[in-house]
C-alpha cells in the first residue's frame, strides 16, 4: 500500500470523482458529453471516445489534488494511457490524485429491498491487475431500499464475503451503499480525522455508513 495515498485520503480535502462508467451506462455519458451513438459502430470505438472524455477531464489544469482527493477508474481506464503515461501514474505523479478501481459488474436484480452485486468471477484477476498498475483502492456498491433480508444480504456480500479477497491483496476497499433517497456521503473535510477503513473481526471496513 502506498503510505502517501492512503494518509491523503485519510486526512485530505476534497472529493472523490467517479470515472468508472461501465460499458452499460458509457453511451448515455458519451450522449451528455455530446457524442451520441451513431458516432461508433463497436465497444472498442466507444470505450475509446470515452477515454478521450475522461483524458480531457482529467488534463485540466482545474482537474489536481488539490481540489480532487481520488478518482474511480473503470477497468478499461486502468489499462489506457493519458499523455504517453498510465492513466493510473498520471493521476497520481502528474496530478497527485489518489487512483481507485471500480471491481463490480453492477448490480443484481432487486430482491427483499435491496440490491446485491453481480458475481465478479475474475476478481482476483482484477486485484492482481490494480496492484500492478498502483491503483489504492476499489469500490463496490449496492443499493438498499427497505431494511430486512435484502440488507442482511448486502452487508453478508459486502462484510463477510469479500473483505478475505481484499486482505489477501493488503487491500483498501471502500463500498457505495445508496439508500431509498439515493443520498450518498458528502466529501471529506480536514477535520475528519478517522480513516476511512478500519480493522475488524471480518476485515476492512468503512467506519461511516454513507446512506
Not at 477515454?51 to 481520488?70: A, K
Not at 463496490?140 to 430486512?148: A, D, F, M, W
Not at 444480504?153 to 463477510?160: D, L
Given at each position: 500500500m502506498n503510505a502517501q495515498q492512503f494518509e491523503k485520503i485519510r486526512s485530505g480535502a476534497g472529493f472523490v470523482a467517479a470515472l468508472?462508467?461501465?460499458?452499460?451506462?458509457?453511451?448515455?455519458?458519451?450522449?451528455?458529453?455530446?457524442?451520441?451513438?451513431?458516432?461508433?459502430?463497436?465497444?472498442?470505438?466507444?470505450?475509446?471516445?470515452?477515454?478521450?472524455?475522461?483524458?480531457?477531464?482529467?488534463?485540466?489544469?482545474?482537474?489536481?489534488?488539490?481540489?480532487?482527493?481520488?478518482?474511480?477508474?473503470?477497468?478499461?481506464?486502468?489499462?489506457?494511457?493519458?499523455?504517453?503515461r498510465s492513466s493510473v501514474d498520471y493521476l497520481w505523479n502528474v496530478k497527485g490524485v489518489v487512483p481507485f478501481l471500480k471491481i463490480d459488474d453492477g448490480l443484481a436484480d432487486a430482491a427483499e429491498g435491496a440490491q446485491v452485486m453481480r458475481p465478479v468471477p475474475d476478481l482476483e484477476d482484477r486485484l492482481a491487475g490494480a496492484l500492478d498498475h498502483g491503483v489504492l483502492g476499489t469500490k463496490?456498491?449496492?443499493?438498499?431500499?427497505?431494511?430486512?433480508p435484502g440488507l442482511d444480504?448486502?452487508?453478508?456480500?459486502?462484510?463477510?464475503r469479500l473483505p478475505g479477497q481484499f486482505l489477501r491483496r493488503v487491500w483498501c476497499p471502500s463500498s457505495s451503499r445508496r439508500s431509498r433517497s439515493g443520498a450518498r456521503a458528502r466529501p471529506r473535510r480536514k477535520s475528519d480525522s478517522r480513516p476511512l477503513s478500519s480493522p475488524s473481526s471480518t476485515g476492512w471496513l468503512p467506519t461511516r455508513w454513507s446512506c
Open positions: 468508472d462508467q461501465s460499458g452499460g451506462s458509457t453511451p448515455n455519458a458519451l450522449r451528455l458529453y455530446g457524442i451520441e451513438e451513431s458516432a461508433y459502430s463497436s465497444e472498442q470505438e466507444m470505450f475509446a471516445l470515452v477515454h478521450q472524455m475522461r483524458s480531457r477531464i482529467i488534463t485540466s489544469p482545474s482537474f489536481d489534488g488539490n481540489r480532487v482527493l481520488g478518482a474511480i477508474l473503470f477497468q478499461d481506464t486502468m489499462y489506457r494511457e493519458i499523455d504517453g463496490i456498491r449496492s443499493v438498499i431500499t427497505l431494511p430486512g444480504a448486502v452487508v453478508e456480500q459486502q462484510f463477510s
